[in-house]
């Protein structure tokens, strides 16, 4: 069982910036994707980013540009690099690890909120 621990959320002005934190209880490499997804009000989760193992990351087009998602895995840590927010970016967001075998269930952490507000 591993345990994912977000942090790093918080209320920022539009044009500003956060960095998010996900600290894993266990070994990320042992994951095939670590990710970030949201959740604004009234609306589905959507994927934000995810980085596999090797380092190769994909972004959901609205966010490219703007995130960057970054892992160090000597600390177990991934992490999601935010500029240039917009109002639109306001939403809980939530760390994920997907495993290689598709027979284990994917983890959530608890989420962090972040809002984009003047």
């Known amino acids: 069982q591993v345990q994912l621990v977000e942090s790093g959320g918080g209320l920022v002005q539009p044009g500003g910036s956060l960095r998010l934190s996900c600290a894993a209880s266990?070994?990320?490499?042992?994951?095939?994707?670590m990710g970030w997804y949201r959740q604004a009000p009234g609306k589905e989760r959507e994927l934000v980013a995810v980085?596999?193992?090797?380092?190769?990351?994909t972004y959901a087009d609205s966010v490219k540009g703007r995130f960057t998602i970054s892992r160090d895995d000597a600390k177990n840590t991934v992490y999601l690099q935010m500029t240039g927010l917009k109002s639109e970016d306001t939403a809980i967001y939530y760390c994920n690890a997907k495993p290689y075998s598709s027979l284990f269930s994917a983890y959530w952490g608890q989420g962090t909120q972040v809002t984009v507000s003047s």
């Open positions: 266990g070994s990320i490499g042992s994951f095939r994707f």
């Open positions: 980085i596999s193992a090797g380092g190769p990351a």
